[in-house]
């Protein structure tokens, strides 16, 4: 979607959006070059559909936008080598509960042997980030668990949801080593968000039986107990939903239900029943259905015992549409080795109840052609069209005669599909006492996912199947569960015990304390940044926004002023102590323009400290005035341009390195707790020196780069050459200029070539300094 689209679509009264792309796109907001690129209005109100899961279960993931991913170099594949090498508690230990990993005395020294270095942790070297990240992508992140592989790419997997997360990333470089190792909620509601929990009751009594749990020694135990259990509610008709929390559980469980020839649908991250997903949720609820679902959190899932006519009816109508509206070159790659298949949108036959009538179909056909006669034909985009898919299948009002045709067709092979799917209701309920039945396994702590599988008012059961072998109990259970795993030694048979009840729940109790202890202690520390945040959105947003930054550029240049004296000379010097000579020769540097410095003349100008300062200021403030005029004889334009880049770039880089930083204080301060020092109020403290260094750095970097900047007028034929496809909104055709001094050396290279009306600086530059 282009800003224009997301511009347009945020204007609107009433916007739909998923929680990451709308932070995703205010992080891109802070990012614009030009005002042109900001897509988000003014904040006001905002409604959010499973609260809990947003604010509290994915709380615990942040979003990051970076620039382009690398690629796994060298040191991942060797780093991968050695952590394939190395034993589990021999070279290192493993911290699952706070899933990290810590390498031994042995671990040590066979790295540093391995890898012919005197210290894993030299700083010019690194080599102890690439080892521990590659352990944890051994150890901790787990193939069809954590993520998935899909050609050669390594992507994430959502914890919360089961879909795979396209274009996101982990960072600080384990990405690249999985790619290499591949060649209590309403206490946190009040306490975090200030916000008050208030119980809604249901709209329809629960008449559902949630029927007691059963834990298994093994987990091989467990699983056979579900085999069964299927087995028996499949032979009686009744529909099955199956939740596991990971690709490849229910790619195990799928395998041994073919075995035993039940037939059943997988809902999981496989890029082959994601493309069915809507197919697989509208049938789940029919007769002897049986569905595996990975997490069905977050699917909008409504499950309708006998199926789900109105979803069965919109597959239908794409079925019939789309072929006829749609590009078929649309999303197709061509290349040399092989063409991308194209859609058909056929949906399994047996998706249907019944086959439709020559009236309806007729009618649908119908309805069909006038769609087609005035969209005309295969014109849309796949995305257009399922926009005007969606529209049709809406109970709203329209005014447009083509999507009430289609709104009037789509009524009537729903209303045609839900005679049999009332039928086969009926039908069940006649023959078995509870008509839906799920059973949902727990792998490690969450219990939402039960909760929100279930339709209001259907009848049913649900139970939990689970073993002391899954992660719940190995990692939270502690010493009693350990007790029982030595005590119990039959698989097959479930444990019934008072004691292992309250076990589970106060492991349960122990996961959710244990996780918001942790976002309760993000958020303390992220309050720290958030300050600092706002202001220096705040500041980016002014440089951008402004159709001036002449008063902006002052502020810098009197500010960079001061620094400097005060970093030469002092308040508290005498004046027969001043260094002059050496002031002038920093003030020279910064600034060509002030070559007509003398100790005499300084002198003769200030009989005190505060003169000294004012009249240097005044002298920063004639330099800046005095290049602009002489950028602006040269390239019309360019001055203003060039300093809203040098602000922004700046601004962008900073803080950047601000907060990594940041994270490696956050680190270091933990330690301290021993030193009977409180973590957080050490945080504060360091973290607000450094980012006045990094305010004061921002300056500088731009008030010397405006200072020394030199324009470079091209002929006719280099304008062309160097403009064409590449022009900006608010960019002059010919304005170029050299930049001496901006930031380090690679972020310059990148930055200056990116934009058409640089030169790349002719040598590396470093921070501005004083």
């Not at 990451?20 to 006001?44: C, H, I, P, Q, W």
């Not at 009538?357 to 014109?379: D, M, N, P, Q, R």
């Not at 067709?409 to 209303?415: S, W, Y």
Request: glycine letters at 4%; a negative charge; proline letters at 4%.
């Amino acid at each position: 979607m282009t800003p224009e689209q997301r511009r347009e679509n945020y204007s609107c009264d009433i916007t739909y959006v998923t929680n990451s792309e709308l932070g995703f796109d205010y992080l891109r907001d802070n990012l614009a070059m030009t005002v042109d690129e900001l897509v988000l209005r003014k904040f006001n109100y905002c409604v959010i559909d499973e609260v809990d899961s947003i604010l509290i279960d994915e709380a615990r993931t942040p979003l990051i936008i970076s620039g382009l991913a690398e690629k796994p170099s060298n040191r991942y594949y060797k780093a991968a080598k050695i952590a394939e090498a190395f034993e589990r508690d021999i070279h290192y230990t493993v911290d699952e509960k706070q899933r990290n990993v810590l390498l031994t005395e042995q671990g040590y020294a066979d790295a540093e042997e391995i890898l012919d270095i005197n210290d894993l942790y030299d700083p010019r070297e690194q080599w102890a980030s690439y080892v521990l990240n590659a352990i944890k992508a051994k150890e901790l992140f787990l193939k069809d668990v954590n993520y998935i592989v899909r050609s050669k790419e390594v992507l994430i997997v959502d914890e919360f949801t089961g879909r795979v997360m396209a274009g996101r990333r982990w960072s600080d470089g384990l990405h690249q080593a999985i790619e290499a190792k591949e060649a209590t909620e309403s206490k946190e509601f009040e306490s975090i968000y200030k916000l008050k929990v208030t119980v809604v009751p249901t709209n329809k009594p629960m008449i559902r039986e949630d029927e007691s749990d059963v834990v298994f020694r093994a987990t091989n135990g467990k699983w056979r107990a579900v085999l069964v259990e299927i087995s028996r509610m499949n032979k009686v008709g009744r529909p099955v939903l199956v939740g596991t929390t990971s690709v490849e559980q229910s790619e195990s469980l799928s395998q041994q239900l073919r075995e035993t020839g039940i037939s059943h649908e997988v809902l999981n991250a496989k890029p082959e029943n994601v493309e069915r997903e809507a197919e697989i949720v509208a049938q789940s609820g029919r007769l002897g259905a049986v569905t595996i679902a990975t997490n069905m959190a977050g699917r909008g899932t409504d499950i309708i015992l006998g199926g789900n006519a109105e979803f069965m009816a919109r597959l239908k109508l794409r079925e019939i549409l789309m072929p006829r509206v749609v590009d078929p070159l649309d999303g197709v790659i061509v290349s040399k080795k092989q063409v991308t298949p194209r859609k058909t949108w056929k949906t399994t036959e047996s998706l249907f109840p019944c086959e439709l009538s020559k009236e309806t179909l007729s009618f649908v056909k119908g309805a069909v052609e006038v769609a087609v006669k005035e969209w005309g034909e295969k014109s849309l985009t796949e995305l257009e069209a399922e926009d005007r898919l969606s529209y049709s299948c809406e109970k709203g009002p329209t005014r447009d005669e083509v999507i009430a045709n289609l709104r009037n067709a789509f009524m009537k092979i729903a209303d045609e599909y839900k005679i049999y799917t009332e039928e086969e209701k009926k039908k069940v309920i006649l023959n078995i006492k509870e008509i839906f039945k799920a059973l949902s396994y727990i792998v490690e702590y969450s219990t939402y996912e039960i909760i929100v599988i279930f339709r209001q008012g259907d009848p049913g059961s649900s139970r939990f199947f689970l073993s002391l072998e899954d992660n719940i109990f190995r990692i939270f259970g502690g010493d009693r569960i350990q007790g029982l795993m030595q005590a119990f030694r039959v698989e097959d048979l479930p444990i019934e015990s008072k004691m292992l009840t309250r076990a589970l729940d106060e492991a349960q109790r122990k996961v959710e304390n244990y996780f918001f202890d942790i976002r309760k202690q993000l958020f303390e520390y992220d309050e720290v940044l958030n300050s600092q945040r706002d202001r220096v959105y705040a500041e980016r947003r002014r440089a951008l926004a402004s159709d001036s930054l002449e008063s902006l550029i002052v502020e810098y240049a009197e500010l960079t002023m001061d620094d400097i004296l005060e970093a030469n000379i002092g308040p508290d010097t005498p004046k027969e102590n001043w260094d002059l000579p050496k002031l002038i020769a920093k003030l020279q540097q910064y600034c060509y323009l002030l070559d007509d410095l003398t100790p005499e003349l300084l002198e003769s100008k200030s009989s005190s400290y505060e003169d000294l300062r004012d009249y240097l200021r005044t002298r920063g403030r004639e330099a800046y005035f005095q290049k602009t005029e002489i950028v602006e004889k040269q390239a019309p334009g360019l001055m203003k341009e060039a300093e809203r880049f040098l602000i922004l770039s700046n601004i962008d880089r900073l803080w950047k390195e601000h907060l990594q930083a940041l994270k490696f204080v956050q680190q270091a301060v933990g330690l301290r707790g021993y030193a009977q020092r409180d973590p957080l109020i050490e945080y504060k403290l360091e973290g607000y020196n450094l980012f006045l260094d990094m305010m004061a750095q921002i300056r500088r970097n731009v008030i010397y780069s405006v200072y020394q900047f030199k324009p470079v007028v091209k002929n006719q034929e280099e304008e062309k050459s160097q403009n064409k496809g590449s022009k900006r909104k608010g960019e002059p055709p010919a304005a170029l200029f050299q930049v001496p001094c901006n930031s380090d050396w690679q972020w310059a290279k990148q930055e200056l070539m990116n934009r058409p009306f640089f030169l790349e600086p002719e040598k590396p530059l470093t921070d501005a300094t004083i």
